[in-house]
Each structure stands twice: as structure tokens, then as C-alpha cells.
């Protein structure tokens, strides 16, 4: 059935591959629901990642209970490790089936090579024979990019070995060729003044396992939630035509009004000790080797 | 005929947000909008009702790239209200501190930004971990390069980005005299690395040529950010006090930030690293003048590339200019000058790194802003922007569209524009475009 799942909906269903893990689109599960392969499944989760390496070693042929990095368990009918973090048990069990499948009837491994061109930078793809490094989003919203700065300053002391161990796969302060795509962590910056920030937030959500609220605009929303407190005397005509001119939101928000947060780094611009330490968090969390 | 557009959505290696739209039209440029797309935070309608001494330090977050720049403008704007006459030693600190910010925020622009346009590589994470690759040079020489310009605003102002220790009349706190041999020690061992960044982008033979007017700040004795007229191109010298009388506000549908033209010319007009050497390039410190005249040499230019080449023979003068405070620099343990709040108007107008910045407070008797006006270097330059990428495209259009966008955001990257400073404030005299 699962098969038969995947063949009748290869556009939607097919899982991105970057050399380790496949990550099954929101979209695709709710195109498959409505489908109604499976209406037992009960809830979609905003991703679903399984560890492709586990897979092969493995085998496929047996249930094995695996604990992932993420210390998310799966053990009903697979050989993989599934993380689906807001469906339940049944689902994960699901959708360990389906890939399972997948992998045994050798299909849908990866994108075709144009795909995975866009899905990734050229520079950044990963590969088989390289160990795993942390995939790592940095997106500002409304702020003065004070942490992107102090971001860059850190880079100073740190570049060369971060680079070993995390690939930065977004941050358009640095690159050109981003992805949204299979980001463990995303760091975003600065408050939400509009619905298209909202929505790119969501987006960035639902493809980071982790979020992390960075400095205070992002946090407490201060000070760029300053106009929310204007009185309305204080809306001149000057920033009523920008305010109806553009999609300016009612009211600017913090970042966990929005999306749910993980982890926050607070200070204006963000404390140098507590990013740090939360970097640390997560390449331990993803089993990376600091010592690569 | 043949239509098309192009549109990129996200410039990146810049601060802030921004994209472009081009609408071409029997292969001429029909349209073109450079679109800066962050969204204001009105910080000069927030300040309005506050305390003067509260005010500076929260402008200083309307940017966090060059937050000392906004810092020392509001605090000159509100001493000029209030008539405070801040000491010899507050002036050479914050010369001090602004030497700093110039040669990190130039040689983060310069190298994390530009270099991978010269290297034809997308981004500075492509480099190399091989020590004899010149890329791999540069890159950690940009390392040292930042490291010290953040130290010594360290040092003197307490921290490069959001700096605690100055106030209204001075400094809460004074600088630990101490760290400044090592910093005058640091500073001498540069120099090669920085000369080498100035080669590099002297040897960039790349060019966008447009005649345009060009304003910076001029102190008629030294290259000076902090003290001095406004000049033109034509030698038109304006006190700063004038200067906003000179702007006429342009605002502009397409982008949340507003346009200005020179009223004098009626002309766009450029500022930053290129207007100041080419208005005051026989001003710059003679070591630096010497070690950097064949660099010199093309300048004054109207090649926008050449900014890029400018700012790097600024972070020169910097480093050559704060050996020079930290040598003869003797540090009293002075406190702010105070004075009675009084009514009053003042303006702070700087030289921030991507050039003319402008503050301007209206104070009560009581010591409450009535009235707060800022006007950013990006918001000035945004038309002559629109006007060099027209002139760009119109001339180009027979490349294909990959190149036509690779040399648009170089461009566009060449001005060292700053969105966050760009998209916090409201201007008068509407001239609807």
C-alpha cells in the first residue's frame, strides 16, 4: 500500500534527501490526507525527518526501537528513526512504514540533480563521506541586526572551526545561494511587524527542528514593539501612509507570539556566553563532534 | 519588441533587507525600483516626551552595524541644544571610538561582503582552509582587521555595539589608560595587512561611471568624521546647522524608506567613502597619504566602484589616526559637563560609515524632546542608486540575465547600504514622484 501510495503521488510525497536524511514536506502529508490513503493517520506533523543512515545499517527487514539524536523513539514496523514532533505515536509509526518501503523498493530516494541544486547550495551539499555538521539557519526580521553584527564578529575567533562542524545553509548576510530546506537549528533575529513576516517565520518553523529566539527584539519584541504604545495623536499622517501603504501589521510582536520558540538568547545584541552555550546545546543535541 | 523583468527579490550580503524590479521595455529600462523592504520602527516619533539624557543611548539601537555613529550624532545634537561644550578629552575619545567603528564596519563591508564578488565566489564560507591561498589571507586578514577596530571601541566606549560609557556632557565612565600601548602595538602590525586589502581592491578593474554630485563633511585641518562643513562637488560649503534646509524629501511608493535631492544642483547626490576622499583625499594622514598614493591616484572618480576602494584607504587613516590619539592622549578623571535643561534646538551631523548623518533634537525647558529628525546616509544615496543601475542596465542589456543581476547587487553592494538605519524615519516636504 505504501508503495502504491508513493506512486500515485510521487510529486507530492517525495521526500528531499540530503545524503542523510529524507524530510517529508507539511504540504505532502496534508495532500495525502486529503488523498486519504491512510485515514487513520491523526495528526500531521510540521516535519518529519528520517535518518537515512540508520536505515541502511539496519537493513529494513526487522522493527527496531531506535533512539535519534533527538531522543524521539520509534519501534513500530521500521528499521528508521523518525521524528514527527506533533503527531502521535501512530503516525510516526506511519511514516516509518512508508519509508521503509521507499527505501526497500529502491524509489524516491532524492530529488532529480536539478532539484537538489535548488534545494541546496552547490557549496554547501553534504556528503556521504563527511561527517554531519549542524545545518544552521540565521534569518533577522525587524531589528537593528545588532546579534547579526556581533554574529559576524564572532566569526573572527570562530570561522574555522564552525565550519567543520556546521554548514550554514541560510544567511543572507553571507551567501547568496540559501536554503530553507532540513535546517536543525534556525537563530532568528528581531520582531514581527507584518503578516508576510509572520508567514515567513511559519515557514521557518516548519522546516527547523529547533528555533532559537536571538536578542531582544526577538524575545521581548523591544524596542521595535515601541509603536505599539503610541497614542493616536502620535499616528501622524507621515506614518499613516506607511502603515496602510505597506502590510504593517497592527501591532509588531515577538518572536513566540508568532511561532514556538525553543530557545531564546536574550541581551541587546544578544549575550556572547549564552549563544555560545546554546551552540554547544545543539551540537551536543545532534551528536555532532566538536572535535571533527 | 521585447519585454521582460527582472526581479531580485533579496539582495543579500548587505544589512537589512532590500530587492530590486526591473521592467525593460523594447530593451530599455522602463522602470527600475530599488525597493528597501525592512519595516520602520518610527524611533524619532518614540523618542518624542522622553528625557534628553535617555534619548541617545536608545537611538543608538536604530542600527547595529554602525550604532556608535548613531550614538555620537544624538549625543552632539542634544549637547548643541542644551549649549554643553564637552572637553578636549571627551572629543579625542570619541575620535578614538570612531576610528574603531570605521575599521571594523568598513572591513566587514569590504571583506565579508564585496571579496567574494572580486574571488567570483558566492560567499566567504567558500574559501578555503589552505593557508596559501591569497582568499585565505585576505579572509583572516579581515579577522585581525575587525577584531582590532571592535577593541578599541571596546576599550573607549565600553562596547562596540550599543556603547554604555558615553552620556550627555562626556563619559560615565572613563577608559582604562593601560590597554592602549597594546592597542598602539596592535595598530603598527596592521598596517601591512590593511596595505594589502588596498592593493586588492585597487587592482579590482571593475567600473560603473555617472557624473554626480558628492557631499562630505569637512574639517579644513584633518580628515575629520565628527567636526566640520558640509561640501560639495561645486565647493559649495554648508554649516551643519543648514544642511536639512538643503534636502528636498523625496518619497518614493515602491520602499519604506525615503529619497533626498541637493537642493542647490536638483541633483542625486552621493555620500560616503567615496565623496570624502574625493572632497578631502589631500586631508588623509600623511603616512597614509605616502604608503597608499598610487591607490590615491584614481581618485577624485565617479567609478561607484572605487567607494569600495575608498573605504579600505579609510581603515588606513583610522588605524594611522588612532595611533596618533593613543600616543599623545592623557586621561583626567573627568566628569560629564552638565548644564540647567534649557530650551533649545541642536543638530549632531557626522560622517557614519556610508556617510552624511543627521540628527536633530528640539528640547523643552524641562529637558523633554519636542521634536526628533534623523536623515541616514542610505536614504540619501537611494536615488543615486536607482539612477546608477538604470545607467547600468540600459547599457547592458544584451548580457545575459545571470550577469545582469551578479553585477546589479555588486552595485547595489558597492554603496555599503544599510537598511535598518534606512527605514526609521519620517521626513517633511512631500514631492510625490
Not at chain 1, 526501537?65 to 523513539?73: A, N, V
Not at chain 2, 571594523?104 to 578555503?128: C, E, K, N, W
Not at chain 2, 589631500?282 to 597614509?288: A, K, N, Y
Request: some cysteine.
Amino acid at each position: 500500500m505504501a508503495t502504491d501510495l508513493f506512486l500515485r503521488y510521487p510529486q507530492v510525497v517525495a521526500p528531499f534527501y540530503d545524503g542523510r536524511h529524507f524530510t517529508l514536506r507539511r504540504e505532502a502529508l496534508v495532500h495525502q490526507r486529503r488523498a486519504d490513503p491512510y485515514p487513520s493517520a491523526p495528526l500531521f506533523p510540521e516535519r518529519c525527518i528520517l535518518n537515512s543512515e540508520r536505515m541502511r545499517h539496519s537493513g529494513c527487514s526487522r522493527p527496531v526501537g531506535t533512539k535519534s539524536p533527538l531522543g524521539e523513539c520509534c519501534a513500530r514496523l521500521s528499521c528508521c528513526t523518525v521524528q514527527a514532533d506533533r503527531g502521535d505515536s501512530a503516525l510516526r509509526g506511519w511514516l516509518a512504514q512508508v519509508f521503509s518501503v521507499a527505501y526497500r523498493e529502491n524509489i524516491l530516494y532524492s530529488l532529480p540533480p536539478d532539484r537538489m541544486a535548488m534545494e541546496q547550495s552547490p557549496h554547501q551539499a553534504s556528503c556521504n563521506d563527511q561527517p554531519k555538521r549542524l545545518v544552521v539557519g540565521w534569518f533577522s526580521f525587524t531589528c537593528c541586526e545588532d546579534s547579526t553584527i556581533l554574529f559576524t564578529e564572532l566569526l573572527n575567533d570562530h570561522l574555522d572551526k564552525w565550519k567543520k562542524v556546521i554548514e550554514f545553509r541560510h544567511i543572507k548576510a553571507l551567501k547568496t545561494n540559501n536554503s530553507l530546506t532540513g535546517l536543525d537549528v534556525a537563530f532568528v533575529e528581531g520582531a514581527i511587524s507584518s503578516e508576510s513576516q509572520a508567514k515567513e517565520a511559519q515557514h521557518i518553523r516548519e522546516n527547523a527542528q529547533y528555533v532559537v529566539a536571538i536578542g531582544a527584539c526577538a524575545c521581548t519584541g523591544q524596542p521595535s514593539t515601541i509603536r505599539n504604545q503610541f497614542a493616536s495623536e502620535q499616528i501622524n499622517q507621515r506614518i499613516q501612509w506607511y502603515l496602510s501603504h505597506f502590510d504593517y501589521a497592527k501591532e509588531v510582536k515577538r518572536l513566540n507570539e508568532v511561532i514556538h520558540v525553543d530557545d531564546m538568547v536574550r541581551g541587546c545584541p544578544m549575550k556572547v556566553p549564552s549563544f555560545l552555550q546554546t551552540l554547544k546545546k545543539y551540537l551536543e543535541l545532534f551528536a555532532i563532534d566538536q572535535h571533527a | 519588441m521585447h519585454n521582460r523583468n527582472i526581479v531580485i527579490d533579496t539582495i543579500t550580503k548587505i544589512e537589512g533587507n532590500a530587492g530590486l524590479k526591473v521592467v525593460i521595455e523594447d530593451e530599455t529600462v522602463k522602470d527600475l525600483q530599488f525597493i528597501i523592504a525592512d519595516y520602520r520602527r518610527f524611533f524619532t516619533t518614540a523618542v518624542r516626551g522622553r528625557r534628553l539624557i535617555a534619548v541617545p543611548s536608545f537611538l543608538s539601537r536604530i542600527c547595529g552595524t554602525c550604532s556608535v555613529a548613531h550614538l555620537f550624532a544624538s549625543l552632539m545634537a542634544i549637547e548643541s541644544a542644551q549649549g554643553i561644550a564637552v572637553t578636549e578629552q571627551t572629543k579625542a575619545l570619541r575620535r578614538l571610538a570612531y576610528d574603531g567603528l570605521m575599521i571594523r564596519d568598513h572591513a566587514l563591508h569590504l571583506y565579508f561582503f564585496v571579496l567574494p564578488d572580486i574571488l567570483g565566489i558566492d560567499s566567504i564560507l567558500d574559501i578555503t582552509d589552505d593557508p596559501d591561498d591569497f582568499a585565505h589571507t585576505l579572509l583572516h586578514d579581515s579577522f585581525d582587521i575587525k577584531r582590532l577596530g571592535t577593541d578599541i571601541t571596546n576599550a573607549t566606549v565600553g562596547a562596540a555595539i550599543h556603547a554604555p560609557w558615553p552620556t550627555v556632557g562626556g563619559f560615565l565612565r572613563n577608559p582604562e589608560p593601560r590597554k592602549f600601548p597594546d592597542l598602539i602595538e596592535r595598530l603598527e602590525a596592521i598596517r601591512p595587512q590593511v596595505l594589502r586589502g588596498i592593493d586588492t581592491f585597487f587592482e579590482w578593474d571593475t567600473s560603473l561611471v555617472r557624473n554626480t554630485d558628492y557631499l562630505a563633511l569637512r574639517n579644513d585641518t584633518r580628515f575629520d568624521f565628527l567636526e566640520g562643513d558640509v561640501v560639495n562637488s561645486n565647493g559649495k560649503r554648508i554649516a551643519r546647522s543648514e544642511f536639512k534646509n538643503y534636502l528636498q524629501y523625496v518619497q518614493i511608493p515602491h520602499s519604506h524608506a525615503e529619497g533626498y535631492r541637493f537642493s542647490d544642483t536638483q541633483e542625486d547626490y552621493l555620500v560616503g567613502a567615496l565623496a570624502r576622499v574625493n572632497l578631502n583625499g589631500e586631508l588623509l594622514h600623511p603616512r597614509t597619504r605616502e604608503d597608499v598614493a598610487p591607490a590615491l591616484s584614481a581618485f577624485p572618480s565617479n567609478n561607484v566602484y572605487h567607494n569600495n576602494l575608498a573605504q579600505a584607504i579609510e581603515i588606513l587613516q583610522c588605524v594611522d589616526d588612532a595611533i596618533d590619539v593613543l600616543r599623545i592622549i592623557q586621561l583626567a578623571d573627568e566628569q560629564p559637563v552638565r548644564a540647567s535643561a534649557r530650551a533649545g534646538t541642536g543638530v549632531g551631523l557626522i560622517e557614519a560609515p556610508r556617510g552624511l548623518l543627521y540628527h536633530m533634537a528640539k528640547v523643552n525647558e524641562q529637558g523633554i524632546i519636542e521634536d526628533y529628525d534623523v536623515v541616514v546616509p542610505t536614504a540619501q544615496n537611494q536615488i543615486n542608486i536607482e539612477n546608477d543601475l538604470k545607467d547600468y542596465f540600459n547599457e547592458n542589456l544584451d548580457k545575459d540575465e545571470e550577469t545582469l543581476r551578479v553585477n546589479a547587487e555588486s552595485i547595489i553592494r558597492a554603496y555599503d547600504p544599510c537598511m535598518s538605519c534606512a527605514t526609521n524615519f519620517l521626513k517633511i516636504d512631500w514631492i510625490r514622484r
